[in-house]
């Protein structure tokens, strides 16, 4: 199956007759490059400046049993190669201080995808993706919106957007699985030519795998990185409310809902440790203790909550909000990341400054399970949390062991992995957590991600469309099980959402892993989900959605061993010249879903994949491969079921629920 031919100067290794790589002296397979880089870094997002110092392309090759040995001018890079079931495993040994560059050969008309969360493109041809941990939002871009009449806003491009977990992972419609096995800063150019990959180390090894099927490949890709995403059996028993306010007010609000029928699993309240109001609107006070004056007895609380079959889930992040009480503790006790002379190095979110817990520092880690997750919050009676930010770190902070620049791809895995063994040592199995950021090796921590900060609109480049596509790019990097903020999160002045998006928004999540809302920056801006032109459709859409429990349970099940829970429109025929919509999805296998994404829109055109449909609210069939224009009042997205799916039933009986 593997093969290593030479013929007239070109070297190629190929596995079942399709190339893995080819190298010639004027097409090098490697190059290794000597470069300086600096980086300017505004609350989280990151700007490089490169300088190339040196370039040697490795043109002369050598062979010794399985090891292939690649040099030029006294650089030498070692390759062992292994042969796999489905592909191959490069195994790379280089010099100490230099970035190497890749080429593997593209395929004409073939698409990729993955490369972590990717919120603009699908399809990465003719993309490059940047692979650092960033902030996903920026300033210029939320006041664009906030004052620039909305004829004037220009959607941001691909290449202009960030990533909160960007992976070297790609799949492509012609089979192929690229993956990458390396912490380091690097970027992937899709050409029309050839594809490269850069990165700022050394490799530890490439493994490119062939698969006839997205799930094959998916299924191959389960089998190296661990996944161990869950959702506990209450998520799927109706929506987590965001709320905020206090501890009258959660209980205020949860009970209204459901005594008006609303099917409520949770409610989530992130400012459960204090308010801190800024110029940006009602954030959190970064100290992890419940604050007694907002939320007195909470948990009396959340015995009443639990009694009535919800449960609380509260709110964490790596940082401490400077002189706080437990930010003082903390760098009392040497837990904070610092400068080089030893101060606390301080981390800006909007207005305020935060010191860093020092994930790399034992103690500190001992100290954040034991204290702040399980006593200030399990002990409390606490069933989840979000596990906010991770990609924050600065490249040139000081820990208590590693080196900054080769550990920030990975601190938000570090966030994870603390989170899921503070869950596992305390023994409680009906706890979840959710987080935004990540990196390669995330799934096997995290519970579920979720999208991030999308803005409140419909926008293509941060508003609800966005989540497609990341969810899409997460699925194909090996991250099966994702979900969103309802309603997105990010508003500011005439940047807001009304009745008509939260409702939309809505609908699009009943037929989703996971219903969660959130009540954004400026709750008192923002409609929500009692609002009085949506609470009517809050209690029917959770119902329809626990209704669904016994399928979604199914997609859980799916995603467990690997495969995406939300697919693109092409994901059964692996073939992007198949999709006509970015922005609709498969629910599992059977669920074909095409949110509306246009304001005051009363219709949607929808395409239909190969085979036969029903309507799921009308019962009427349509034939795949087909465009139609189909009613969607508000409250109502286009839905549609295989018609020889086992769960046909299911659907029917939930789709009763709203006649």
């Known amino acids: 199956m593997l093969s290593f031919q030479n013929q007239s100067g070109r070297r190629t290794l190929s596995f079942g007759g399709r ?127 906030a004052f620039l009449p909305r004829f004037l806003y220009r959607e941001k491009p691909h290449s202009a957007i960030g990533s909160y977990a960007p992976m070297p992972v790609f799949m492509t419609d012609s089979g192929r699985l690229f993956l990458f096995d390396t912490p380091s800063d690097g970027k992937s150019t899709f050409g029309e030519d050839c594809y490269t990959f850069v990165f700022d180390a050394c490799l530890k090894s490439m493994t490119v795998l062939f698969g006839d099927s997205f799930d ?134 909007t207005t305020f400054d935060a010191g860093m817990i020092d994930l790399t520092n034992p103690e500190a880690v001992r100290f954040t399970k034991d204290v702040l997750i399980k006593q200030n919050m399990l002990d409390l009676g606490v069933s989840g949390w979000m596990a906010d930010f991770g990609e924050y770190l600065p490249i040139d902070c000081v820990l208590h062991d590693g080196d900054p620049k080769k550990l920030h791809n990975l601190w938000p895995v570090l966030w994870a992995k603390l989170n899921r063994e503070a869950v596992e040592e305390y023994g409680r199995d009906d706890v979840m957590f959710f987080m935004r950021s990540g990196y390669v090796g995330v799934q096997t921590y995290a519970p579920v991600l979720w999208n991030g900060d999308q803005h409140t609109d419909t926008t293509k480049d941060y508003g609800m469309p966005c989540v497609m596509p990341a969810s899409f790019s997460l699925g194909f990097s090996g991250v099966p099980m994702v979900h969103c903020d309802i309603g997105g999160f990010f508003s500011f002045l005439k940047l807001k959402r009304n009745e008509e998006l939260f409702t939309r928004w809505m609908e699009m999540c009943t037929f989703s892993l996971l219903m969660r809302s959130h009540e954004s920056i400026r709750p008192w801006a923002n409609a929500q989900f009692d609002a009085e032109k949506v609470k009517a459709h809050t209690v029917r859409l959770t119902n329809i959605h626990v209704a669904l429990k016994p399928y979604i349970r199914h997609c859980e099940e799916l995603a467990k061993a690997g495969l995406p829970a939300m697919r693109p429109d092409f994901y059964d025929a692996m073939d992007y010249c198949a999709s006509h919509d970015m922005y609709s999805y498969f629910l599992g296998e059977d669920l074909f879903v095409c949110p509306v994404i246009e304001r005051r829109a009363k219709t949607r055109k929808v395409f239909l994949p190969k085979g036969e449909w029903i309507d799921f609210w009308t019962g009427k069939e349509f034939a795949g491969e087909a465009e139609y224009t189909v009613p969607a009042p508000l409250g109502t997205t286009p839905v549609f079921y295989k018609k020889e799916s086992k769960y046909s039933d299911l659907f029917r009986r939930a789709a009763d629920l709203d006649k």
């Not at 041809?125 to 960033?134: A, L, W, Y």
């Not at 996903?136 to 664009?144: F, Q, R, S, Y």
């Not at 028993?237 to 205020?252: F, S």
């Not at 909470?298 to 009480?325: C, M, Q, T, W």
């Open 19 to 145: 190339q893995v790589f080819s190298h010639s002296p004027e097409h090098p397979f490697a190059t290794a490059i000597r470069r300086e880089k600096t980086y300017e870094t505004d609350r989280g997002t990151v700007k490089e400046t490169v300088t190339e110092v040196a370039r040697v392309p490795l043109t002369d090759v050598s062979e010794s049993g399985d090891t292939l040995v690649f040099k030029k001018d006294g650089h030498c890079l070692s390759v062992t190669v292994t042969g796999l079931s489905n592909g191959v495993q490069l195994g790379f040994l280089g010099e100490e201080g230099w970035a190497y560059e890749f080429a593997l050969p593209a395929i004409a008309n073939e698409a990729v995808f993955g490369g972590g969360e990717q919120y603009r493109k699908t399809n990465l041809r003719g993309e490059t993706v940047v692979n650092f941990v960033s902030e996903h939002i920026k300033a210029k871009t939320v006041l664009e919106k």
């Open 216 to 349: 094959a490949l998916a299924k191959s890709l389960a089998e190296r990185i661990e996944n161990r995403q869950y959702l506990p059996d209450w998520c799927f028993d109706g929506m987590i409310l965001g709320i905020q306010g206090g501890t009258q007010t959660i209980l205020d609000k949860t009970f209204a809902m459901l005594d008006a029928g609303a099917k409520v699993s949770g409610v989530w309240s992130q400012d459960w440790s204090g308010e801190n109001r800024t110029v940006m609107g009602k954030q959190v006070w970064w100290n992890w203790e419940a604050d007694e004056n907002l939320y007195p007895d909470l948990k009396g609380a959340i015995e009443k909550l639990n009694a009535r079959g919800v449960r609380f889930l509260a709110y964490i992040n790596p940082y401490l909000v400077k002189d706080s009480r437990l930010y003082t503790a903390c760098k009392e006790k040497g837990y904070l990341i610092t400068h080089t002379d030893g101060s606390v190095y301080h981390i800006k979110s």
